[in-house]
């Protein structure tokens, strides 16, 4: 069974410091998809980046990347420049690709606070 | 862009009652996914569907059940309420056969108050 670990319960940083939240994974699968979803007090649930295992490259989506070490089984997402605005609940989410469903696993959330 | 709709928007119930939560996919999504979401959790799988077939079953109780219809939109029927079932339900849709078209799109969810 695949499990995802975010091990920083909360984090908080200045207006325009760049934040990394970790990201760990356990899978047995080759092929699968990674991603990081924001979730701000409104609670909506907003797609921020993702990542396909098969690329080498690290995705990014302008203040925010990934750092993706396939190997150590770990995604990363670094906030360049951070806004007020990016203050939110942020989860790791895995899913697998295979025809029978894409299920998303996800990590338990890592609060972001960024202080004016 | 269209997005999932769900409805309604804030949900107010009392213990041992029963409630429907509606979805409308994004329109061409054949597979509708639903998530529970209690205060300080993570979303918790409950149940998806593709094609108006089950697909997959997670966490769902067994006072739950859904279904997907014919125009694709979905919905969760909850009986015999309880408090722990307080949450925020999140619907979200995707194509199956679609796999650069992943992640889901969630809806904004149904925040259900049961008091």
């Known amino acids: 069974a695949q499990t995802v670990t975010q091990s920083q319960p909360e984090m908080s940083v200045q207006e325009a410091e760049t934040v990394t939240l970790s990201c760990t994974y356990d899978t047995s699968e080759s092929n699968y998809y990674l991603f990081w979803y924001k979730q701000p007090p409104s609670r909506q649930m907003i797609l921020v980046i993702r990542q396909e295992a098969y690329k080498q490259q690290n995705a990014t989506e302008n203040r925010f990347s990934v750092n993706f070490q396939k190997a150590a089984k770990s995604f990363s997402l670094k906030i360049s420049d951070s806004q007020l605005g990016d203050t939110a609940m942020y989860f790791c989410?895995?899913?697998?690709?295979?025809?029978?469903?894409?299920?998303?696993?996800w990590g338990a959330g890592t609060k972001l606070i960024i202080k004016p | 862009a269209a997005g999932v709709i769900q409805s309604p928007r804030h949900l107010i119930k009392e213990k041992r009652e029963t409630a429907t939560l509606k979805c409308y996919p994004i329109?061409?999504?054949?597979?509708v996914y639903w998530y529970q979401q209690g205060p300080g959790q993570d979303p918790q799988f409950l149940i998806s569907f593709y094609e108006k077939m089950q697909s997959d079953k997670g966490s769902i109780p067994d006072r739950f059940s859904a279904q997907q219809f014919s125009d694709y939109h979905s919905e969760l029927n909850m009986s015999s309420l309880e408090l722990g079932d307080s949450a925020l339900y999140f619907c979200?849709?995707?194509?199956?056969?679609?796999?650069?078209?992943?992640?889901?799109?969630f809806g904004d969810g149904t925040r259900l108050s049961i008091l």
């Open positions: 989410a895995f899913m697998k690709q295979d025809d029978s469903n894409y299920q998303l696993i």
């Open positions: 979200a849709s995707s194509t199956r056969g679609d796999l650069s078209n992943q992640p889901q799109h």
């Open positions: 329109p061409r999504h054949d597979t």
